[in-house]
């Protein structure tokens, strides 16, 4: 199995602001995603992290608004840019070490925007 | 577009009874990944299954996919309270990137 940690687990930001989140993974992986999850809601993909190269954005979703680091194969970085109070949510990184291997989740960050 | 169904989005049910969760989804998928989640948690890994006619069974958990039907399914035995999370299912997609797809989920309250 991989062990996923994120920091932070939880914050509060103003209206305007930005908010990076860390992914760690305890193993090397090939796939890292990221996901939002709105309180009581399914998960929504917003990205696919590509390590040494650009990340792969679902629909919806941009590299301004949500840019995403991938230096090496058990870290990545999603930061939410300009915030407003309809990012509020919670944002999950996961890690997949092949195709016929389950994908693992970090515990979440939850963010307000205020 | 992969779209994907579960049914019920609801459940309520007394320990010590039997039922499934159904996920049917819209377009070709060869895995299919099952996902509990309990309030305020993330997502724990319940089953990968990687072919049709695959079963898998944990506990008093078993899954199954049928790739040419498009359904997969969750079936509880002998329900207890401790199973109480809500489950989701998540087919892949296939040609290009891989992806899961994730149902909305159906929320079970087993109750004593």
């Known amino acids: 199995s991989a062990v996923i940690s994120q920091k932070p687990s939880r914050d509060i930001c103003q209206r305007g602001t930005s908010l990076t989140i860390q992914c760690q993974v305890d193993s090397q992986v090939t796939m890292m995603f990221w996901y939002r999850q709105q309180p009581g809601q399914s998960l929504t993909l917003i990205a696919t992290?590509?390590?040494?190269?650009?990340?792969?954005?679902e629909s919806g979703f941009v590299i301004d608004k949500f840019p995403i680091s991938r230096p090496n194969l058990t870290f990545s970085t999603l930061t939410v840019s300009n915030l407003s109070p309809e990012d509020s949510s919670i944002y999950l990184c996961?890690?997949?070490?092949?195709?016929?291997?389950?994908?693992?989740f970090g515990p979440g960050t939850r963010l307000t925007v205020l | 577009e992969l779209k994907v169904e579960q049914n019920p989005l609801f459940l309520s049910m007394q320990e010590g009874k039997n039922y499934t969760i159904y996920c049917n989804y819209s377009t070709t998928s060869d895995r299919l990944y099952w996902y509990r989640q309990d309030p305020g948690k993330s997502l724990e890994s319940l089953f990968v299954?990687?072919?049709?006619?695959a079963v898998k069974q944990e506990g008093r958990l078993m899954a199954s996919l049928d790739t040419k039907a498009r359904l997969s399914t969750l079936h509880i035995t002998a329900a207890v309270h401790d199973l109480s999370a809500t489950y989701f299912c998540?087919?892949?997609?296939?040609?290009?990137?891989?992806?899961?797809?994730f149902g909305k989920g159906t929320k079970l309250t087993v109750n004593p």
């Open positions: 998540a087919p892949i997609t296939q040609g290009g990137s891989e992806k899961l797809v």
């Open positions: 996961s890690a997949e070490r092949g195709v016929t291997d389950t994908q693992y």
């Open positions: 299954l990687l072919s049709n006619g």
């Open positions: 992290a590509n390590q040494g190269s650009e990340a792969t954005y």
